[in-house]
């Protein structure tokens, strides 16, 4: 299995700002993925992070307020952009190193006031 | 994404008691099922899968049931224990390895 740490665990921001989420996995893994959770909620992809290549998105969430980099097969940052009370939630990253067993980081709880 | 429907939304069982959770989906294409457990505060764990070659698979206390043709899955969790309060979440993914969730069973065993 694959060990996911995520940098920062939580967050209070202003509106207006961004914020940069680290996912370290401490493996080599095929794919990642950046995932939303509201509080009592389910998971909620918002995109696929490919390695040396563009994101790619899931219906509802665009590159421009999302923008994913994946440098390399073990590291990806998600950016929340211009942030608005709307974006309070957990953000999750996941990987797994056949692709598809996937492991979860322990989010980072975003609340922008 | 794929659309995935889990019941029940909450479930209270007596400790000793047998639980079953239930999802389906519409895609005839899925080829991999996996179960996550949430704690509350902690990430999704992943507690057991199956794929679509298998029918049932059972690791200790927990077994998963799949029936391709009718689209459904199913959890089963056998002589409960307090420890397995949490959240539960079916999922289902494909050949493109991306995963949709279900809504979630809350899950509480009564002592």
């Known amino acids: 299995s694959a060990v996911i740490s995520q940098k920062p665990s939580r967050d209070i921001c202003q509106r207006g700002t961004s914020l940069t989420i680290q996912c370290q996995v401490d493996s080599q893994v095929t794919m990642m993925f950046w995932y939303r959770q509201q509080p009592g909620q389910s998971l909620t992809l918002i995109a696929t992070?490919?390695?040396?290549?563009?994101?790619?998105?899931e219906s509802g969430f665009v590159i421009d307020k999302f923008p994913i980099s994946r440098p390399n097969l073990t590291f990806s940052t998600l950016t929340v952009s211009n942030m608005s009370p709307e974006d309070s939630s957990i953000y999750l990253c996941s990987g797994g190193a056949n692709g598809e067993t996937q492991y979860f980081g322990p989010g980072t709880r975003l609340l922008v006031l | 994404g794929e659309n995935v429907e889990q019941h029940p939304s909450t479930l209270s069982v007596q400790e000793g008691d047998s639980a079953v959770i239930k999802c389906t989906y519409s895609?005839?294409?899925?080829?991999?099922f996996p179960w996550y457990k949430q704690e509350l505060g902690k990430r999704p764990q992943l507690i057991i899968d199956i794929r679509s070659n298998v029918g049932e698979k059972k690791d200790q206390r927990i077994a998963v049931t799949l029936n391709k043709t009718a689209k459904h899955f199913s959890l089963h969790i056998t002589e409960t224990q307090p420890e397995d309060s949490a959240v539960y979440f079916c999922?289902?993914?494909?050949?493109?390895?991306?995963?949709?969730f279900g809504a979630g069973t809350t899950v509480t065993v009564r002592a």
């Open positions: 992070a490919n390695q040396g290549s563009e994101a790619t998105y």
């Open positions: 895609d005839s294409a899925s080829n991999y």
């Open positions: 999922a289902v993914g494909s050949n493109d390895y991306k995963l949709s």
